[in-house]
């Protein structure tokens, strides 16, 4: 079913209210003046050298942020300076949310602090990032609370964390406080490494047995890509999730995108502002993406308004 045309002029139109609102969009390279409709519910892009923002809509959306939650998770570890090479115990006993949930890593085996961190971020592990939060100072409630403490001093005042993994529906960020996030993960090299890799080996102990593993985020794989930093994620109410730190053209930027329709449209939202912005030339979003947007966007201002109405009432 094709969308109503007249809705697809809509988008347009509001799009572009949006990008005029950013004269930074308009810096060399030169942007065309035919605009870049995306399928994601919320996205920002940034240019890491000039701190411009080249595209935003929706950028301060409260939304549902699955398994980007796990680049806080890395950030919490390594700030409490614990040993790397420190073999732990896979250990989920803490996390209500963790009780039912499905993993090829075996509860009571062992592996170390690092490959717990590269298997939570490349792969997107959740056994592997709640284990690095039971073994954390204090357990898992002092975790989840060093998690919102460096929320708050990061300045991402539109964000909470209730576990590590991102499964909860209450972990929830927007755009724009992801970018405050990016910016302060890229001051750690190991959790870029540990993002954009491949692939990666474990052995566990206790018992021995080894597991392969792959990133969640195709793109590493391209040779037409640069990626120094990348997690993905999804669950139901979050929808699919992107966040990288990248090269688009001659720029480096750190792109966000949230609450995409369909299995690949996080990836083909980014491909299309990279082509956008190294070339100057649009791609079309799918029609059924499109009407999944609106849908949603109806979602949220409808949760908006009786919100409102809520706080309206003496």
């Not at 308009?26 to 050298?49: C, G, W």
């Not at 929706?58 to 398994?67: K, N, R």
């Not at 509860?107 to 690092?114: D, M, N, Q, W």
């Amino acid at each position: 079913m094709r969308l109503v045309p007249m809705l697809r002029r809509l988008f347009t139109a509001s799009l572009c209210c949006l990008m005029l609102l950013s004269s930074s969009v308009f810096a060399a390279p030169k942007i065309p003046e035919n605009q870049q409709l995306l399928a994601s519910q919320s996205t920002m892009l940034v240019d890491l050298d000039t701190g411009k923002t080249l595209y935003s809509e929706a950028p301060d959306l409260v939304t549902p942020i699955a398994s980007v939650s796990k680049l806080m998770t890395a950030l919490v570890v390594l700030d409490a300076g614990l040993p790397l090479n420190e073999r732990i115990r896979v250990d989920v006993s803490q996390s209500p949310i963790m009780q039912n949930v499905i993993s090829r890593i075996r509860i009571g085996s062992t592996l170390t602090r690092k490959e717990a961190l590269a298997l939570s971020l490349m792969a997107s592990e959740n056994r592997a990032a709640t284990t690095l939060a039971h073994h954390y100072p204090g357990g898992f409630t002092a975790f989840v609370a060093a998690m919102n403490a460096k929320a708050k001093a990061l300045g991402m005042n539109n964000s909470h964390f209730e576990e590590p993994t991102g499964l909860s529906s209450h972990n929830v960020s927007t755009a724009a406080d992801l970018i405050k996030l990016v910016l302060a993960v890229r001051k750690y090299p190991l959790i870029g490494k540990l993002s954009s890799a491949k692939n990666r080996s474990v052995t566990f102990h206790r018992p021995r047995y080894s597991l392969a593993f792959y990133n969640t985020n195709p793109l590493v794989n391209r040779k037409s890509w640069h990626i120094e930093l990348t997690k993905t994620g999804y669950t139901d109410d979050a929808g699919h999730c992107l966040v990288m730190l990248t090269k688009m053209g001659h720029r480096h930027v750190a792109f966000v995108a949230l609450d995409s329709y369909g299995k690949y449209t996080h990836i083909a939202d980014a491909t299309r502002l990279k082509k956008w912005i190294t070339t100057g030339k649009s791609s079309p979003v799918p029609d059924e993406a499109l009407a999944y947007k609106l849908k949603k966007r109806a979602e949220h201002e409808q949760l908006s308004a009786q919100q409102e109405n809520l706080l309206a009432v003496p």
